[in-house]
């Protein structure tokens, strides 16, 4: 019997005291934002989207050799003698021409391990984080800065090269 | 009574009989069903320290709108193996429960659907035919969770109305009438008169009847949340075990019918206590109208309290519904048999004693 | 007299409101009564362990992290720790420091998960977004410091992938200060609610001697009554310089070992990791968390098998190296997985609400289950 | 014919179809929803012989009662379509004869019966008389009832509990 009563008045008890708390809240501003209106700042160490400044890279594939699930893909074409790349901001000389750098947003998990290999820092995270897209293929993002045609043109120019060098090799083989 | 002077102003039983009918479901259950669920879900939000809908509309109040015209759109989709027949009819049955209620809901003095001798047993009657619809919903679906929730949901409806009419029945007996019309009436315009506080006679009774309508009072409140299926008696449609229960299989306007029903009996409920222990229609304060004088201003203001009242304690079922667990099925049962139904029976025996004393 | 029944079999899952996740139980039926219960996994298996063996040893960290994705920070220690036991390095005092309160503050923000679901599970919905409240206010600790919210890639071989932010210890302290209330407050909300208790107390009670006989570890086993943590009885990183308690199952509101117990266990863990987390961070030493970490990670030939108490219990990685760049075989002893075993044990004799009750105090994450 | 006679005439035409259908139907669970629209005509039949009490026990007992327990046995059956509840004829002559002269009788008495044809616009309230008759006049007979529905209720306990 004394349990009876104990348990209609421990329910009484618990539910007005889940009550007082739920109440409180009522009145409590809430903690979440109007998301596309309103967003939150993001830490300056924030991981989204990538990004390359195509100016720094030398492609020299260590970022696409961290990466987990092999996202990056880089396609380098050597250049020619006299050919002159620049340099990177931060003073190595550029002695490749990338003629392609795709990162596949779809298959990229965040991790940011490519960022830290990357010797002159032009591979990095951005906090751009909304980037939806209908088409999986949109989500595949070229950085190389070549046009196709310029692209087509150096990779012509070292088959050209290498072929004249082959040449050359074999004539001098001849010759011998 | 609204019927009377439809009948007079268009001279026509038929015409007067048809808006009656009507009113209700347009004065009243759909704009209350379109602000119910609103509330339900601001109040969710706010207690959950969240803002609840915000999109449309001034801070979202067109957002049941909008939900209703997505919900008219719908594919309404029926599955293969579905008992056609009664996977049609089970909506408009469970809807049809809860709106023949309304016709003896004394909304004022004068909008009043019909005012019955037997009021309060009409409603309690006609809320049987939800139970109906929600099992032929149950097993129409042909599936296996919308035929336990329409199970579990017909026990649970049947064993708390036991309570319920215990606590009816005792202010019946206090009072000699089941009419809510004479109920709300009798129960006059200052909250002293109220059940709640004992009733308007003061006598000694007065006083010691109030812990007991308390008592009542908290039963009839319990019992009636088991009997709409809200938490902690959502049993029936409780989202973690039984997917939605009986309206699993339901998609666009049926599932709106079933949802507009819900909210329906929500307030049919709350009226039936209101009417009962709150004075029902009945202002606590006394009348602006009588203080200035303007007749017509009084079954306003009638109007106005009731649904205040029977708004408020729809609150409260919201309140409680995002603060409370819910409960298991064996222990539902042993609420209503084992507490509600023993309590409520001394309760009727104490109110019997004190009301002939 | 007895009546002839039949029995039911109702399909759970894959895809139910409260699998947590893609598991799918087949139950069979008397009535409501459960005689059976048959967890089918594999929804979500993603080669976890096949991938390890084609990657190099820090590619692998953030595929650990989507194992238990509530808790990766305590997988990658686990991970990590292991191959630097393989390849025998030191790591400085101030990233054992780190680490540990990065994983016990994972462990809050898990074991706030696993409460609020369990809340949502049973009914009550409110509590499970205060505690997904708190929780963000745990990840976005998580975000300060390495950018991410969920799968972190944090914890390296031999050090940290970044320091600390220079607002962390402010932060966290705030959020301590302003988390104890909050907890006290979903004690009185959810924790000690009647409806809440009955459901919970003597409903899946699990026995001290089943529970070690089917493996369980965690607060399950603890729950059992068992005062087993391997912060203490198998000491990593510096567990063992901090004082704190590992509560147990003590049946207050029921039986030892039932599910009141198991979720009531968590709270208090919770408890006693702001405990560690307060002591570290006024304890945290100076220095270079990226000092250690190896220019090529290149093991020698052996075995290692390195176990961490994550939140759901004893998290395994068996890594063999054959002197490559990338493991041979990792095996994962994921708790999850051997904490589900146990449903059927469980459920039996209960009712189809108790499975929804007896799960989720069982708190698996299927992540982990399937890998 | 007025507003009246088609509301009559209404539900009676609901209560003999549906009770036909309840007969015919070959999906039990059919048919125990047809009981549903049973039930409901003869309440409203009730209401309109101004019968008010009745008709609203009628729907609580009737339909919020005995039809759901129906409803919860038919269903939990595991044969439910094609139920084939005809048996072979047998007796075919004495059933004949059983059942004209039950149809006679009751014919005869339709016929005789003084009907009171009442005129629906005076209703009365009834619950207030059904109460005095039935504890002033019939006490016995309502005590003795209440008796024989507890024994029946205790002994359906005791066989479940067996």
């Known amino acids: 019997m004394r349990a009876y009563f104990n348990n209609i008045f421990t329910a009484l008890i618990t539910i007005f005291v889940g009550m007082k708390v739920t109440l409180r809240h009522l009145f409590t501003p809430s903690v979440t934002i109007q998301y596309p209106d309103v967003k939150l700042p993001l830490p300056e160490r924030e991981r989204n989207r990538l990004y390359v400044n195509m100016d720094d890279c030398i492609g020299c594939d260590q970022c696409a050799r961290a990466c987990p699930v092999n996202c990056i893909e880089i396609e380098t074409v050597k250049s020619l003698p006299g050919e002159d790349l620049g340099k990177t901001s931060n003073g190595k000389k550029k002695a490749l021409w990338v003629t392609k750098f795709t990162i596949d947003f779809a298959k990229c998990c965040y991790c940011q391990l490519c960022v830290f290999p990357c010797p002159t820092e032009c591979i990095y995270m951005t906090d751009v984080y909304e980037f939806s897209e209908y088409d999986r293929n949109n989500l595949i993002y070229d950085f190389a800065t070549l046009t196709p045609q310029e692209r087509q043109e150096k990779i012509e120019n070292f088959r050209k090269f290498s072929e004249e060098k082959e040449k050359q090799k074999a004539k001098t083989d001849k010759s011998e | 009574m609204i019927y009377d002077f439809l009948n007079d102003l268009t001279g026509s039983p038929f015409i007067a009989g048809t808006i009656t009918a009507l009113l209700p479901l347009f004065a009243f259950i759909l704009p209350f069903a379109l602000f119910a669920v609103l509330l339900e879900r601001k109040v969710a939000g706010h207690m959950q320290d969240r803002l609840g809908p915000m999109r449309v509309g001034y801070h979202g109040i067109l957002q049941t709108v909008a939900d209703i015209i997505k919900l008219i759109q719908k594919e309404d989709i029926i599955a293969r193996n579905n008992d056609k027949l009664l996977f049609n009819i089970a909506p408009v049955l469970t809807f049809a429960g809860s709106y023949a209620a309304f016709a003896a809901i004394p909304f004022s003095s004068v909008f009043l659907g019909a005012n019955i001798d037997l009021g309060i047993f009409y409603i309690i009657a006609v809320t049987g035919l939800v139970v109906a619809g929600i099992l032929m919903a149950g097993w129409a679906s042909n599936n296996k969770y919308s035929l336990l929730g329409a199970m579990r949901s017909a026990a649970q409806i049947i064993s708390y109305e036991i309570p319920t009419i215990l606590v009816v029945l005792s202010i019946v007996m206090l009072t000699g009438t089941m009419s809510l019309y004479d109920l709300s009436e009798s129960q006059t315009s200052y909250f002293w008169n109220w059940y709640l506080l004992g009733g308007p006679e003061f006598e000694i009774q007065k006083f010691l009847l109030i812990p007991f309508m308390l008592i009542g009072f908290l039963i009839i409140y319990i019992s009636t949340l088991a009997e709409v299926n809200r938490t902690p008696f959502d049993i029936p449609e409780a989202e973690s075990e039984l997917v939605s229960g009986y309206h699993t299989e339901y998609s666009g306007m049926k599932f709106a019918m079933f949802f507009l029903a819900e909210y329906a009996n929500m307030f049919a409920v709350s009226a039936i206590v209101v009417a009962l222990f709150l004075g029902g229609y009945q202002s606590p304060f006394g009348y602006l109208g009588n203080l200035l004088n303007i007749n017509w201003l009084i079954p306003l203001e009638q109007f106005f309290w009731f649904t205040f009242k029977g708004i408020f304690f729809v609150f409260v079922q919201m309140w409680l519904r995002w603060t409370l667990p819910r409960l298991r099925v064996d222990q539902l049962m042993a609420a209503s048999w084992k507490y509600l139904i023993p309590i409520a029976f001394f309760n009727l025996l104490i109110i019997g004693i004190i009301s002939i004393l | ?371 | 014919m007025n507003t009246y006679d088609l509301i009559f005439y209404l539900f009676a035409a609901v209560t003999i179809l549906s009770a036909l259908m309840v007969v015919t139907h070959k999906n039990i669970v059919h048919s125990a929803f047809y009981l549903l629209f049973t039930f409901f005509g003869v309440a409203g039949l009730y209401v309109l012989l101004a019968a008010d009490f009745i008709a609203i026990v009628q729907l609580i007992v009737y339909v919020g009662g005995i039809l759901i327990l129906l409803l919860f046995g038919v269903m939990l059956t595991n044969k439910i379509t094609n139920v084939e509840i005809r048996t072979g004829t047998i007796n075919l002559v004495p059933a004949v004869i059983g059942v004209g002269l039950f149809a006679g009788a009751l014919l005869a008495s339709v016929v005789n019966s003084p009907w009171k044809i009442k005129n629906p616009e005076h209703t009365v309230p009834t619950t207030k008389l059904l109460g005095t008759l039935l504890l002033q006049e019939y006490l016995l007979i309502f005590e003795l009832l209440g008796i024989v529905l507890l024994i029946a209720l205790i002994g359906a306990a005791s066989i479940a509990r067996k």
Not at chain 3, 146 to 172: E, K
Request: proline share 5%; net charge negative.
């Open chain 3, 1 to 371: 007299m007895s009546v002839r029944t039949e029995e039911m079999v109702l399909n759970m899952g894959p895809q139910h409101p409260s699998t947590h996740g893609v598991l799918r139980l087949e139950l069979t039926l008397d009535g409501e009564i459960i005689t059976k219960v048959v967890p089918h996994i594999g929804y979500l298996h993603r080669c976890f362990e096949k991938h390890c063996e084609v990657m190099s040893y820090p590619q692998v960290i953030p595929y650990t992290d989507r194992m238990d994705y509530l808790a990766a920070m305590g997988n990658e220690l686990g991970y990590v720790i292991g191959v630097e036991k393989l390849l025998r390095i030191q790591v400085p005092e101030r990233v054992e420091y780190i680490r540990v309160i990065m994983a016990e503050l994972q462990r809050i923000a898990s074991h706030l998960v696993a409460i609020g679901t369990y809340g949502a599970d049973i009914g009550a919905f409110t509590p499970f977004l205060y505690c997904f409240r708190d929780r963000e206010r745990i990840l976005n600790l998580f975000e300060i410091t390495c950018g991410a919210r969920l799968l972190y890639n944090y914890i390296w071989v031999g050090g940290l992938s970044h320091d600390l932010h220079p607002d962390f210890v402010r932060l966290t302290k705030e959020f301590i200060k302003e988390f104890k209330p909050n907890l006290r407050e979903l004690n009185n909300l959810l924790t000690y609610n009647k409806i809440f208790i009955d459901r919970t107390a003597n409903v899946g009670i699990l026995p001290l001697e089943t529970a070690i006989n089917f493996g369980v570890t965690g607060p399950m086993l603890r729950a059992s009554g068992l005062k087993w943590d391997l912060r203490k009885d198998d000491t990593y990183s510096v567990y063992n310089k901090f004082d704190f308690d590992i509560p147990i199952g003590e049946g207050k509101m029921g039986t030892v070992g039932d599910s009141w117990d198991r979720y009531y266990v968590r709270v208090l863990e919770m408890e006693e990791s702001l405990k560690i987390i307060e002591q570290a961070i006024e304890t945290l030493p100076d220095g270079d968390v990226t000092s250690a970490i190896p220019k090529k990670i290149k093991p020698p030939v052996g075995h290692v098998y390195s176990r961490v108490e994550n939140p759901r219990g004893e998290l395994g990685y068996f890594i063999i190296s054959d002197g490559s760049t990338s493991p041979f075989r990792v095996k994962v002893r994921a708790p999850s997985f051997v904490n589900l075993q146990i449903m059927d044990e469980l459920c039996r004799g209960h009712l189809v609400a108790d499975v929804i009750a007896i799960l989720g105090s069982v708190d698996i994450v299927l992540g982990e289950v399937d890998r």
